[in-house]
């Protein structure tokens, strides 16, 4: 099946720093999102991109869509300790369901 | 816009018993549901699909006798763990998409989560 693949498990950074997170897989994606997750709720849109190439931002985040359509990026600049959380991409493929990746907990050190 | 409830937020049960999630759609028309499930620090795995009026489509290895949805109008989809056991403890989760979502169509947008615990 489609898998979506997120490393590190557990990132640490000091406020203020940027970060960047990656997602990749070995299959196509039509569409790819990104979404945070705080505990106890669930996940919330953060950016969709469905057009291969594509570089969006909203606000302090920035994703990209990759050309070959097996990864994507997100970048937080200038981190604040709200920004905690657990950041999951997910993807659409031929199936038109939707793939989740393990999710990548965010600590942000004040 | 696009606010999807779930109720309860918390429910704990006793091994044995059936306990039934309520996943609403507050200010739109929900033409799909999906029921996921997460396990703590883990990502979040389809159970199944369902679409107003019809049978929910479930996902392989996922018990339809076990876990009962019903998506019986456009605002509210009901998911009944019967007979649960301390094994079916875990967070689930609903998600709701319409005709048109914010940022794309078929958008699919999450409630709050389910904490269920069997004892």
């Known amino acids: 099946g489609q898998q979506l693949n997120q490393s590190p498990q557990s990132m640490f950074i000091q406020e203020g720093e940027d970060v960047s997170m990656n997602c990749t897989s070995s299959?196509?994606?039509?569409?790819w999102l990104w979404y945070k997750q705080d505990p106890g709720e669930g996940p919330v849109l953060l950016i969709a991109?469905?057009?291969?190439?594509e570089l969006t931002s909203n606000g302090r985040l920035t994703a990209q869509f990759g050309i070959t359509r097996k990864d994507s990026f997100l970048n937080i600049s200038a981190s604040i300790p709200s920004d905690v959380g657990i950041y999951f991409c997910?993807?659409?493929?031929?199936?038109?369901?939707?793939?989740f990746g393990k999710g990548i907990t965010l600590s942000v050190r004040p | 816009g696009a606010v999807v409830s779930q109720h309860p937020s918390r429910v704990i049960c006793k091994s044995g018993t059936s306990v039934k999630i309520e996943c609403r759609s507050l200010d739109f028309q929900a033409t799909t549901m999906f029921w996921y499930r997460q396990f703590p620090k883990k990502s979040l795995m389809l159970m199944a699909t369902?679409?107003?009026?019809?049978?929910?489509?479930?996902e392989q290895g996922v018990e339809k006798d076990k876990f009962l949805i019903n998506h019986a109008s456009l605002t509210l989809s009901t998911l009944t763990v019967t007979s649960a056991h301390p094994e079916d403890s875990s967070f689930y989760i609903c998600?709701?998409?319409?005709?048109?979502?914010?940022?794309?169509?078929?958008?699919?947008?999450f409630g709050p989560g389910t904490r269920l615990t069997v004892l």
């Open positions: 991109l469905y057009k291969a190439g």
């Open positions: 369902s679409n107003e009026g019809s049978k929910a489509t479930y």
């Open positions: 299959s196509i994606f039509n569409t």
């Open positions: 997910a993807g659409t493929g031929a199936n038109s369901k939707l793939t």
């Open positions: 998600s709701a998409s319409g005709t048109s979502g914010r940022a794309f169509t078929n958008e699919q947008f």
